[in-house]
């Protein structure tokens, strides 16, 4: 296939295939390729294995973080009624199995987050609004009809007046109700271990893997979205090869060296700052926005110098021979983000160079 180059400047993003692999990863996926096994057996023992890696009391692997929310919310639906999951979309369920989660966590991670709630058979219960939330909207929409309460753990959503993951957790327990956390792009787990009753990861962006997902938590809740791997979870199964692959990237994951990754992140943030001598630009680093250890070059660009918009660049950079993605969620408030953690020491000069030759040109 003939496909365009691309230069990852954005992050671990899906639109861009997530993440590369290490030859380990590669080399583990060609192993489980090329051998049969008893599927049955193989996810039962990659999810210990990766219970163990979490310090949670159980895990499973599924094809996509996203998956993983659709199996946890059926999970708490049906629990173990196993008419019901066989029948899962003809039966009435005996209540309506309402999942609570803050309107500033309705986010579109590249699909709506509530569709793979309501896929899974929740009803989606919104509380607070766009620009906050306490605790105390959130505990008296609890219910009878209340099955989970929902928490996204993103830098997409809403940071300000939001109520932490320990004080929502806090709530939930007291209440006894399950608190399920989607913490895909996450690069530390501790945190999620400790409070949530199940928590769904990707598995290709911080741990770098195949195509994949985890959800993990306490052993009752994990093994009633187990059994739907009978049920919807069929059309959403995992490869032979892909759960090797997971493995072997949660091992070496295990091994990273954080200050030598840091070290070098910040190497090429220094070398970006070269983009300060264009016309019109200034670089800054700036820290992701949830509070991540992730510092990124934030790309500000002045419209009565520079001789286009940050919209402008952006697109450009997309457009050129080799396609340079940038984060550019903010471009309408005139700069873009340049995340280190893809980039390579040598795609450093290629993107100097492509600003330097669309901020030369009056045509982007």
Same mark, same amino acid.
């Given at each position: 296939m003939k496909l365009k180059q691309v230069i990852n400047a954005s992050g671990r993003m899906s639109i861009l295939?997530?993440?590369?692999?290490?030859? *380990? =990863? =590669?080399?583990?996926? !060609?192993?489980?390729? !090329?051998?049969?096994?008893?599927?049955?057996? /193989? !996810?039962?023992?990659?999810?210990? *294995?990766?219970?163990?890696? /979490?310090?949670?009391?159980s895990a499973m692997v599924t094809n996509s973080a996203s998956s993983a929310i659709v199996l946890a919310v059926a999970g708490l639906v049906t629990e173990n009624n196993l008419y019901q999951i066989e029948h899962y979309l003809k039966v009435n369920q005996p209540k309506a199995h309402e999942f609570i989660i803050m309107m500033g966590h309705l986010v579109d991670y590249g699909a709506p987050v509530q569709t793979m709630i309501q896929l899974?058979?929740?009803? /989606?219960?919104? =509380?607070?609004?766009?620009?906050?939330?306490?605790?105390?909207?959130?505990?008296?929409?609890?219910?009878? @009809?209340?099955s989970g309460i929902f928490f996204v753990q993103s830098h997409h959503c809403v940071q300000k007046n939001m109520p932490s993951i320990e004080e929502v957790s806090k709530v939930a327990k007291r209440l006894r109700i399950p608190f399920i956390i989607d913490a895909a792009a996450e690069e530390v787990f501790s945190p999620y271990v400790k409070y949530a009753d199940l928590f769904i990861v990707s598995g290709s962006k911080a741990i770098a893997g195949p195509t994949s997902g985890i959800l993990a938590g306490k052993e009752k809740y994990v093994s009633y979205a187990m059994k739907h791997l009978r049920g919807i979870g069929r059309a959403m199964k995992i490869g032979k090869e892909s759960i090797f692959g997971l493995i072997q990237a949660m091992a070496e994951y295990q091994e990273i060296d954080s200050d030598s990754a840091h070290k070098n992140q910040w190497m090429i943030l220094e070398k970006l700052k070269a983009l300060d001598e264009l016309p019109g630009i200034k670089v800054a680093v700036n820290q992701d926005e949830a509070g991540r250890d992730i510092?990124?070059?934030?790309?500000?660009?002045?419209?009565?110098?520079?001789?286009?918009?940050?919209?402008?660049?952006? @697109?450009?950079?997309?457009?050129?021979?080799?396609?340079?993605?940038? *984060?550019?969620?903010?471009?309408?408030?005139?700069?873009?983000?340049?995340?280190? *953690?893809?980039?390579?020491?040598?795609?450093?000069?290629?993107?100097?160079?492509?600003? !330097?030759?669309?901020?030369?040109?009056?045509?982007?």
């Open positions: 295939g997530v993440s590369t692999l290490s030859n *380990r =990863v =590669v080399h583990a996926m !060609q192993e489980g390729a !090329q051998h049969y096994y008893e599927m049955e057996e /193989l !996810q039962r023992e990659a999810g210990k *294995r990766i219970a163990n890696y /979490l310090d949670t009391e899974g058979g929740g009803k /989606l219960k919104i =509380v607070g609004y766009a620009n906050g939330c306490s605790l105390d909207q959130i505990e008296t929409a609890v219910t009878e @009809q209340t510092y990124r070059a934030r790309i500000y660009v002045n419209n009565e110098i520079a001789v286009c918009s940050a919209t402008q660049i952006t @697109q450009a950079l997309k457009e050129g021979k080799v396609a340079i993605y940038t *984060r550019d969620y903010q471009v309408n408030n005139g700069y873009f983000e340049i995340d280190p *953690r893809p980039l390579k020491e040598e795609d450093i000069p290629v993107i100097i160079a492509r600003m !330097q030759q669309i901020l030369a040109s009056k045509k982007v």
